[in-house]
């Protein structure tokens, strides 16, 4: 990896003293300054026309090896600036150090430098060593030298913004830490936001709002550790905050209205993140969660007893096919009514004591989460098998199926009265309940 200065020449060389890091470096161009105070592995040199013919010659003078003329034009059109992007793109190499100057050329300049970082970083993955400025406005005479003293000025801290932007608006819209993670590098929160992402990615809801519960603290104190660009951080914490913070809760198996609730946010955001495999793997463990709650159960994560409530919810919907095949068989009992008399229906009775509770107790309501159980089961089923079925679910059945399963089960929360949302929602999936109402699990 070597370190590349990329430097843009004006066309109205002055004398000037920079002061850079402690010291003083005299020249005509800035880039005079850098062959001096730099250690570089080669310097291209962005020249027009006109630069070529009057400030080039300044740094030829040099006969060093290393300083490479790269033409452009001058950038009065959108293609000319274009020509210039490409120009600079062209020259850096993968995993190159580079360090522009914008001190020269046209004010159009430093804008276009903010973007060269920002796609050479992501594109080629350079390291910004540093984006210096000769600030000759703010220069003043010495009396000495009677020369123009200006301070370089080091903006690459406002190029890393533009990487603290990307990594928040990834974590935010797609759950993935790693960039901001690396950012944030050794700092409680780069752990506590991998294991958010780590836990937001592999469906684990339980530590997902347990590490959401730490995060406000650990982007606190790390918004502290950075000085300088603390304020632009916290901006982006918040933004972290306003998505992450609403899943926080300690204990979560402590307090099942508000877990119900979590968990309901959760699959919402994975619903609206396009994120179905995640959304509908949870809203299974979800109904399974929301009858034990309204059965005034205890949620149980213990195999047996977890297997028990599935099994209710299985039995219920073989119960439920079962009736609806009964009267497609009555319908054809006239034509062949031995063929009708071979296949038992499925009866209540053979349901496990949970299943019986909720056919006994819910009479108008069992066959619609026997529906809804089934619904889940077969698209979470199609999902996890990844295509790897002679009859595969089509692509574009995938998610109307999931947004029906969703809205079904938004409906089961508001006919229960779980979940109270706001009255003017209208989306397939809200995201921000009201509250949870509470009854007593047992």
Excluded at 17 to 45: N, P
Excluded at 422 to 442: D, G, I, K, R
Aim: aromatic letters at 8%; proline letters at 5%.
């Amino acid at each position: 990896m070597g370190h590349t200065v990329i430097t843009f020449l004006g066309v109205n060389p002055q004398e000037v003293d920079y002061e850079y890091q402690g010291k003083t470096y005299t020249g005509k161009v800035f880039a005079e300054a850098l062959v001096q105070c730099l250690k570089f592995d080669r310097m291209l040199v962005l020249t027009t026309p006109e630069a070529k013919e009057k400030t080039f010659p300044l740094l030829q003078k040099y006969g060093d090896s290393r300083i490479q003329e790269v033409p452009i034009p001058t950038g009065k059109t959108e293609a000319e600036m274009w020509e210039i992007f490409d120009a600079v793109i062209r020259h850096v190499p993968e995993s190159e150090e580079v360090t522009f100057d914008i001190t020269h050329g046209l004010r159009s300049i430093p804008f276009l430098v903010f973007l060269f970082a920002a796609y050479l970083q992501s594109a080629k993955q350079v390291q910004i060593r540093a984006i210096l400025y000769g600030a000759l406005e703010i220069g003043v005479i010495s009396e000495e030298t009677k020369r123009k003293r200006a301070p370089v000025v080091d903006l690459s801290s406002f190029a890393t913004m533009l990487r603290w932007i990307n990594a928040a608006d990834q974590f935010v819209q797609t759950g993935n830490a790693s960039r901001l993670a690396n950012l944030l590098k050794q700092r409680k929160a780069a752990e506590t936001l991998e294991q958010i992402s780590e836990a937001a990615f592999l469906c684990q809801p339980i530590t997902l709002m347990e590490k959401a519960a730490e995060l406000r603290p650990n982007l606190e104190a790390a918004a502290q550790s950075f000085k300088i660009t603390s304020q632009p951080f916290s901006v982006l914490s918040e933004r972290i905050l306003e998505t992450f913070e609403a899943f926080g809760l300690k204990n979560p198996l402590n307090n099942y209205g508000e877990f119900l609730e979590r968990e309901w946010q959760l699959i919402c955001w994975y619903h609206d993140h396009g994120q179905l495999i995640q959304a509908l793997t949870l809203t299974r463990e979800f109904l399974i969660d929301v009858v034990n709650y309204r059965l005034e159960q205890r949620i149980d994560l213990e195999k047996d007893k977890r297997q028990t409530m599935e099994r209710a919810l299985s039995g219920l919907s073989q119960l439920r096919i079962a009736r609806h095949k009964a009267g497609k068989k009555e319908a054809q009992a006239h034509s062949d009514p031995e063929e009708a008399s071979t296949n038992r229906v499925s009866s209540p009775d053979d349901l496990n004591r949970y299943g019986r509770r909720i056919y006994d107790e819910w009479p108008e309501e069992w066959e619609n989460i026997a529906e809804l159980y089934d619904e889940i089961s077969q698209v979470r089923n199609q999902l996890n098998h990844a295509q790897h079925q002679v009859e595969s679910m089509k692509l574009q059945k995938i998610k109307p199926k999931a947004e029906k399963i969703i809205k079904g089960l938004q409906t089961l929360l508001e006919n229960w009265r779980l979940i109270s949302f706001p009255s003017e929602a209208s989306s397939a999936c809200v995201s921000t309940p009201s509250s949870v109402n509470s009854p007593s699990p047992t």
